[in-house]
């Protein structure tokens, strides 16, 4: 069987774009240009209650890619987890057409973001966009694919048609399984993990793969390189956990 290594990225790059709002109550005001930064500028925005005391995630899929709800649900427990929010976490799930395309370069993700998305912060209240597409990512190669890329500060990717492709077949990780494990990797790179927002409070960062835990048991632990590292991070037939050093990071930023 040919060996695939797998990758999930961070987008540092930041894009600045018109986008379209939601109507909001004559008391809201909101600002684009916060859900515009580099990735983990917001942890502890995210973290804490201390500017924020809710969170909306806007979930948007390409029709016929949409994440399963076992993902969602384990993906708001993970939220719930480490995050004070004591209005709540909320969830707003929404299909959209497929632009046809095959391959999506990281600009035209952003562009597909600024074109579809609703939800941004209020004065109270953070939003996250969460992306499923139907394509793969022009840098994936014969040997190396991309399942996701956190490249916003409330923005991450997941190339749902990718996930699809490598679960739920003989020898192969459960779909849903393979979606948490994804997107809360992701998602830990937006709460500004490893190193990236949320300061260190030990030296676990991996120096071969930055932003990445050192620990092997790790959610953040990058594993890429053994060719078939996703399955062996969800072959006990759970989701991986954040190890404890990625948890001091995050009490330490606001966190739980």
């Given at each position: 069987?040919?060996?695939?290594?797998?990758?999930?990225?961070?987008?540092?790059?930041?894009?600045?774009?018109?986008?379209?709002?939601?109507?909001?109550?004559?008391?809201?005001?909101?600002?684009?240009?916060t859900n515009k930064q580099t990735t983990g500028s917001s942890s502890n925005d995210l973290l804490s209650d201390k500017k924020f005391a809710s969170m909306v995630v806007e979930v948007v899929y390409v029709q016929g890619f949409e994440p399963s709800t076992t993902a969602i649900n384990n993906f708001v427990s993970f939220l719930n987890a480490r995050t004070y929010k004591p209005n709540g976490i909320s969830i707003v799930k929404r299909a959209i057409p497929s632009t046809g395309k095959a391959t999506f370069t990281d600009k035209e993700?952003?562009?597909i973001e600024d074109a579809n998305r609703t939800k941004f912060n209020t004065s109270n209240q953070i939003a996250v966009w969460l992306f499923f597409t139907d394509g793969k990512s022009i840098n994936d190669t014969s040997t190396?694919?991309?399942?996701?890329?956190?490249?916003r500060n409330t923005s991450l990717v997941i190339y749902e048609q990718t996930v699809q492709g490598l679960s739920d077949s003989p020898f192969e990780p459960n779909r849903s399984l393979l979606e948490t494990t994804v997107i809360s990797h992701e998602?830990?790179?937006?709460?500004?993990?490893?190193?990236?927002?949320?300061?260190?409070?030990?030296?676990?960062?991996?120096?071969?793969?930055?932003?990445?835990?050192?620990?092997?048991?790790?959610?953040?632990?990058?594993?890429s390189e053994t060719g078939h590292g996703i399955a062996n991070m969800v072959s006990g037939g759970s989701a991986p956990q954040l190890d404890a050093q990625c948890l001091a990071d995050l009490r330490a930023n606001g966190g739980k």
């Amino acid at each position: 069987m040919k060996k695939v290594i797998v990758i999930l990225t961070i987008g540092l790059v930041l894009f600045v774009s018109c986008s379209k709002d939601d109507a909001l109550d004559a008391s809201e005001t909101i600002n684009p240009v916060t859900n515009k930064q580099t990735t983990g500028s917001s942890s502890n925005d995210l973290l804490s209650d201390k500017k924020f005391a809710s969170m909306v995630v806007e979930v948007v899929y390409v029709q016929g890619f949409e994440p399963s709800t076992t993902a969602i649900n384990n993906f708001v427990s993970f939220l719930n987890a480490r995050t004070y929010k004591p209005n709540g976490i909320s969830i707003v799930k929404r299909a959209i057409p497929s632009t046809g395309k095959a391959t999506f370069t990281d600009k035209e993700i952003v562009a597909i973001e600024d074109a579809n998305r609703t939800k941004f912060n209020t004065s109270n209240q953070i939003a996250v966009w969460l992306f499923f597409t139907d394509g793969k990512s022009i840098n994936d190669t014969s040997t190396s694919v991309i399942l996701g890329t956190a490249y916003r500060n409330t923005s991450l990717v997941i190339y749902e048609q990718t996930v699809q492709g490598l679960s739920d077949s003989p020898f192969e990780p459960n779909r849903s399984l393979l979606e948490t494990t994804v997107i809360s990797h992701e998602f830990g790179h937006i709460l500004g993990l490893t190193n990236l927002g949320a300061p260190l409070q030990s030296n676990h960062e991996d120096t071969s793969h930055p932003k990445h835990c050192n620990v092997e048991s790790c959610l953040m632990y990058w594993s890429s390189e053994t060719g078939h590292g996703i399955a062996n991070m969800v072959s006990g037939g759970s989701a991986p956990q954040l190890d404890a050093q990625c948890l001091a990071d995050l009490r330490a930023n606001g966190g739980k």
